[in-house]
């Protein structure tokens, strides 16, 4: 079965970004007079809440402070996470943050076979359009059919939405599609929507479950750092590519 399209996450799925938004989000809590600070354990329980003020608002309540106190932060919210986009999106233009193992090549090799790329993510398109012209240049968000970007949708994962909003764009089937993700906040989302789901743990999700993925490997593999082990067995290739995604599309179809 021919893959009609493949739809990406963005955070921890396209590249390891998560610890640059853990200091963007430190930087505008420090132009904001907060005197908050997010270290990585406490900013990894935060990424099992999805989407940038939620996590704020998420971090508010547990601070126990007077109700007129967290209604005046509450009001802002909003300018405090439109700050951290500002500072993530300089941050980004400086940093060595390489893409993920295999992503490039997979991006690649689909649009050298027409096969149509596209996104669905919690994240912002502002924050999407800064990783993707970060690594190939002004005009990135083109080489993506389709991108439905966290603002987008009003329920974020782990609920489907972004996902649907994607095919809807694609004007494509589920079930002729294949999403990539690395946590399980977005393979739930990738499952309720009806896709066929690729995992790649990061280091910030590794410990989560993947049973429901349809398959889990340390990355995408690359001919520089190619699957090995039983990663290579379950594909059944040293990387990842469209034969093989079409052979798990097919399978995943001859199993429903």
Known sequence: MQARALIFDVDGTLADTEDLHRRA????????????????????????ITGGKERIAAHLAILGLSGEDRRAIERRIGEIHRTKTQVYARMMTEAELPLREGVERICE?????????????????????????RHWGAGALGRFVAV???????????????YLLALSRLGAPATACVAFEDSANGLAAAKGAGLCAVVTPSRWTMDEDFSAADLVLPSLGSPGRPLTGRAAERVGAPMLGLEQIEELLATTRRCA
């Open 109 to 133: 090799e689909a649009m050298t076979a027409g096969v149509p790329l596209a996104i669905a993510s919690t994240t912002t398109l502002d924050n999407v359009r800064a990783l993707l012209e």
């Open 148 to 162: 439905a970007a966290g603002d987008d949708v009003e329920r974020k994962k782990p609920w489907p939405d972004a």
């Open 25 to 48: 989000f430190n930087e505008a809590f420090a132009r904001h007079g907060l005197g908050w600070t997010w270290n990585r354990p406490q900013y990894a329980e935060l990424l099992r």
